[in-house]
């Protein structure tokens, strides 16, 4: 016969042994959307390939857009490259930051020592275009993202960049919630407006009046009109006064000047386009300019809620708000 003493212990062993395996189970366990525990990752790119260790959490952002995309993800980085003065204003960073907005490295050019300082687990400059130089500079400061070769430089696709920065930061599986929820706000759109498709869709990117500045398919800036079914104008680049007629389109969207500067200018007021009010403004301070820019998956379902529905207004002749200040 066993003695009480040595029964409580068996006793209690065997019901840790079960607590044990109970535990070992829960944590087997995943969800589907939750991503499996970090491991290194290794990114191919068009220089090699970088090694970054498992949960890095001091990140720098380099290239000009690349913030848009790990800010999406839930990591706010320590350091991020100037650009727009206002990023920290817009909708979807103030909602990602608390209001708190992002650090700044100053400078026109990459801010090497400034990069240096912020101590970086990793740094992304995908959106950029980064040489050998660059890239080994910034390897010797931490583990550097960079785009493969697949694609010309700063034309990376906003889908491969937000997988590639998921990738990177052991984020894999909500990065590609992120690309199946904006895919998803797309097809609805175009199932909703089937009067996209087909028309043409002539994008002017510039902050000045009497400089236009056409951008054609392909180019990021332009990727929620080319996911909506819009073709793009052959011309790209530097348009003249006398040339403005190149501006022509089922629809015309001016990005960086507001629907009142250009009121002064009468050869644009003279367009067909312009005149039938199927010309839509995003102003070089709005959030839609911003949203448009950076293209980071908030950023682009920001941007589907202001443009679609006057994009199918213009299209349909109904009057077209002033997105200017959107």
Known sequence: ??????????????????G???????????????????????IDHKFGQTTIPANPERVVTVGWNDQDFVLALGVVPVGTRSWFENYNDFPWVKEATDGKGVPVI????????AIAKAKPDVIFAIYETIDQKTYDQLSQIAPTVIQS????????????????????????QQAQGLVDEVNARIDAAKQEHPEFAGK???????SEVDAP??????????????ALGFGAQETVGDVSQERLSLLEGDLLFVNGVTKE???DSPAFQRLNVVREDRTLYAGSDSALSGALTYSGPNALLYALDVLTPQLSN???????ADLSNS
């Open 1 to 18: 016969m066993l003695k009480k003493s040595r029964v409580f212990v068996l006793l209690a062993a065997f019901l840790l042994g079960l």
């Open 20 to 42: 044990l395996l109970t535990g070992c189970g829960g944590s087997d366990s995943q969800s589907a959307s939750e991503d499996p525990p970090a491991e290194s990752v290794t």
């Open 106 to 113: 100053e400078g026109d050019t990459i801010n090497f020592e």
């Open 149 to 172: 070769d697949k694609y010309p430089d700063e034309e990376t696709p906003w889908d491969v960049q937000l997988l590639t920065t998921g990738e990177a930061l052991g984020k894999q």
């Open 200 to 206: 043409t869709l002539v994008a002017d990117f510039s």
């Open 213 to 226: 500045y056409l951008i054609g398919a392909g180019d990021p800036r332009r990727t929620l009109f080319d």
């Open 261 to 263: 500067q250009l009121a």
């Open 314 to 320: 213009a299209l349909q002749g109904r009057p077209v």
